[in-house]
Structures are given as C-alpha cells and as structure tokens.
C-alpha cells in the first residue's frame, strides 16, 4: 500500500526498486518463474514508449508487421555465432497436439532468423530494396536472475529488421536508428543517454557491430538501454538473401537490427525515481494532471465538484488528465499515493480554492512546500502546460548533472578502480580483450561503449599502457 513507507535508495537501492515497481501497481510477479504481469498503469506508460518510438519509425520510412513467435530450431542453427550467444537462453517447444514434433521449436528470443528466411523470400531485385520493418511483441530468453522489467524470462519490445544493398547504407541506418533511440530518450524519456560502439566482447550474436545508447541511473550502475546491429552480410549470407543488382550481378544483401525494450520502464524509474516513489516525464506519464476534490460535507461537495468537473473538462482537452472520487481516503493518503505513482502534476481544489477562483498546484520534482503554488483558474491549461513543460526540462537537467558528477576521467588503474565504485570511468583503451577482461575481474565493471564523441589524438591503455585510439567508458551494469 501506498501508506507505507520505501526502503530509501541510500539504504538499499535493489529493494526501493523492487518494491516501487509494485507499490506504484506497475507489474506484479507472475506464476511462472522469472516473469511478470505489467498491471494497467505499467502498461500505459509503455504505450506512451510505444507511440514516441512508432511515431519517430514511421516518420522515417519504417513500417510495421508481425512475425511468428515459434522458429524451427534449424533456423538458429544456421548462423554459428547466433546460436552461440543464445543456446543457453532458449525455450524450446519440442510436443505439439499431443505428439512429439518432428523438429524442435524455438520460442523466439529475437527474430533474425524467421525474419531472414521471409526476406530470402521477398528480395529478388535491386528494386525491392530497402525493406525496413519493424514488429511490436514480445520475446522470451530463458534468464537465470530476473528483476521486473529489467531482466525478465519474456519481456516486450520492437524490433527492427531491415534489408539494403550496400553496406554503406546499412550503416546509415544503423546510425539512424541509434539516433532516434537517443533523441527519444532525451527529449520524452528525459534520460541523457550516452550513445557508443559496443566492443568486440560485448556486441550482438552474428553482428559486424553493435552501438548503444547508456543511460546512468541512481545508483550510479549503467542501463543498456536501446540498442542497433551493423550485421553487413552475416545473416544474408545464412539466409540466402540475394538479389540482382542494377548490373544484372547477383549479389548478397547487407542487412541490420533494432530494439528497445521494457526495460526503458526500469531506466525512467531508476533515472528519476526518489525516496518518495516514482517520477515520470510529463510526455510519457499515463496521467500528466491528476485533480484531488476536497471537501467535508455535503455543502462542500456540492460547492467543490461543479468546479472540478469544469476544470477536468478543459484540461481533458490537452492533457492525460484523472479525478481522483475515491471516497474514504484522506487528502493526505491521495497526495501520498499519486506522489508513489510519480504523477507530473497535482491540482487540489477545496472550498476556501472555490471562494478565490483559483487552485494549488503541486509539482511532483519539487516535493513538499518549494513545489506547492496557487494559481487562478483562469488561463489554467496554459499554466498547467506551462509547467509540465518546465517539469520534463527539469528533469532531464537533473539527469544530466548528476550524470556529469558521477563520470571520472582517469588516466591510471588506480583510479580507475577507484571510479567504477563511485561512478563510470572514462579512459583510454587499447581495444584488447585481455584488458577488457581484468577490468571486469578486479572491479565487476565491464565496458559500456565506445562514445561517438572522441578527444582528437591518442593517449595510452589506461590497463596495459600501450598505444590506444579511443576512449571507453567502465562501468557496473544491469
């Protein structure tokens, strides 16, 4: 119940996840081991992810379809490296009516291969290209620990899958999408994620490369929390997708991959998230206004609600906006219990708000009195969008600098030990797994990725010391 008090994040900030996840009723621990019921307000939040993304995908071309969630086995099988990296996660159906199939299925943890297979299909020619689909579900990849949202047995997401001729093309449209991951991030998710070049060790199964967007929560662990695969001609030339070129020359396509997750749920708790419950960015919150009536009687409540019912109807026209009726709960246990949910912005209006025309307004990222103002009822939806959008530009700020405190650039291993315990390390690397891996032993950081933003010049291997040409940022992770 909302009445009782979080673990604070300074106390344990695993279990002030845990149960904001449940005290805000965004998901609840299913009956199967490792996976979750996302409850109706967890849901909204995620169509609110999944109009920003949709929007950005169609707005560039992308188009969405659907794909089966059962895959032969054999198709897996086909790229070496990809059902390497995913033997130990698969769920496997291996009955069917009653009889054992003749070929075992696979619940799909991506769909690459099924995807392959159709594009094998449908590319004859130069002029069916590019093909740029992307499918909203789910997936399921059978992990050992499980968190909700963040790491779950089945989870949702899009996945993208595209087609092209050339490889430079290919790239640019893995670069396009790493960019519209941050854009949506930044400017709805109000999470300043870095975006990067994952390294050989850490990249996507069967692909060439694999950039990302990192996002630091508060607890200072980094967040993968989009992601974008380069696979040049890897699963084309598993699938056979080829095509004729403008030479007549038959030739195999370049294709890549896309996804963003559920676990952005996780990175928007744990990126803005307090002592007092959830707080969400105004553009993605399933309620961006809720209105809390007061009164104590009949008299009041005939003089209160006429008011509420105006206001809730004007602000319905351009804002997520729900009246909060609930009978036998105290003003104080709803400011609590919305304030739990992380709602942008609470409006409150009583007798006394009736007499003077106007209302209090609460902001849910200035807890307490420094959030709290009247305003007049007139001109009320320009100052409630007013405010909502100094709340999202509020939060992102907040984001960036406790980001920015919490990076270290270090030149020695000393320090960067030292950093990965308070923080994420930026540093010179050699782009040698040897040293990828000591890093990980001795400090449990593993590397997040490489920044598109580069110093100029070189330095040297902040591990090894030897000559390196880029810098890698080391950090604890989900």
């Known amino acids: 119940m909302a009445e009782e008090k979080l673990t604070p994040q300074a106390e344990n900030f695993s279990e002030w996840y845990n149960q904001i996840v449940q005290k805000a009723d965004l998901a609840d621990y299913a009956p199967v081991r490792g996976c979750m019921v996302v409850k109706p307000y967890g849901w909204a939040l995620w169509e609110n992810i999944q109009a920003a993304l949709d929007r950005r995908f169609k707005a560039t071309g992308h188009v969405n379809a659907a794909f089966p969630m059962l895959i032969p086995m054999s198709f897996l099988e086909k790229e070496k490296e990809h059902v390497e990296g995913f033997s130990p996660e698969l769920a496997v159906v291996t009955h069917g ?245 992380g709602v942008p912005l609470r409006i409150e209006v009583g007798p006394k708000d009736v007499e003077k025309h106007s209302v209090a307004l609460a902001r849910r990222d200035r807890p307490g009195k420094a959030g709290k103002s009247f305003v007049p009822q007139e001109g009320l939806a320009q100052t409630v969008g007013e405010t909502l959008k100094e709340i999202q530009a509020a939060l992102l700020a907040r984001a960036i600098a406790f980001r920015d405190e919490h990076i270290f650039a270090v030149r020695s291993y000393a320090d960067l030990t030292d950093a990965v315990q308070k923080g994420w390390a930026l540093a010179w690397w050699c782009g040698s797994p040897e040293c990828e891996a000591k890093v990980k032993e001795d400090t449990k950081a593993t590397t997040r990725c490489i920044p598109l933003d580069q110093e100029s010049g070189d330095g040297l291997c902040v591990v090894c010391g030897k000559p390196a040409r880029e810098k890698i940022y080391f950090a604890r992770a989900y």
Do not use: C
């Open 97 to 341: 009516g009653g009889e054992k199939l003749e070929e075992p299925l696979v619940v799909r943890p991506t769909s690459e291969t099924i995807i392959g297979y159709m594009y094998s299909k449908w590319v004859k020619s130069y002029r069916d290209l590019p093909i740029l689909i992307n499918q909203w579900g789910s997936v399921v990849r059978w992990e050992m620990r499980t968190r909700l949202f963040l790491r779950t047995a089945e989870f949702y997401w899009q996945e993208g899958h595209t087609v092209h001729a050339t490889s430079d093309e290919a790239m640019a449209e893995t670069r396009l999408m790493l960019d519209t991951y941050r854009d949506f991030a930044v400017e709805d998710g109000a999470v300043p994620v870095i975006p990067g070049r994952k390294s050989e060790s850490e990249k996507f199964a069967g692909a060439v490369s694999s950039w990302t967007i990192e996002g630091m929560m508060r607890d200072t662990r980094a967040l993968q929390s989009g992601t974008s695969h380069y696979f040049g001609q890897n699963f084309a030339r598993a699938f056979d997708i080829k095509f004729l070129d403008q030479n007549n020359e038959l030739q195999f396509a370049y294709t890549t991959s896309w996804g963003l997750s559920t676990r952005f749920v996780g990175a928007i708790i744990m990126t803005h998230g307090d002592d007092q419950g959830l707080m969400l960015p105004p553009r993605l919150a399933p309620i961006q206004v809720v209105i809390v009536p007061i009164y104590r009687d009949d008299a009041e409540h005939s003089l209160v609600m006429p008011v509420v019912e105006r206001l809730q109807k004007e602000l319905g026209e351009s804002f997520r906006v729900h009246v909060d009726l609930r009978d036998g709960l105290t003003p104080g246990f709803k400011f609590n219990d919305w304030e739990m949910r």
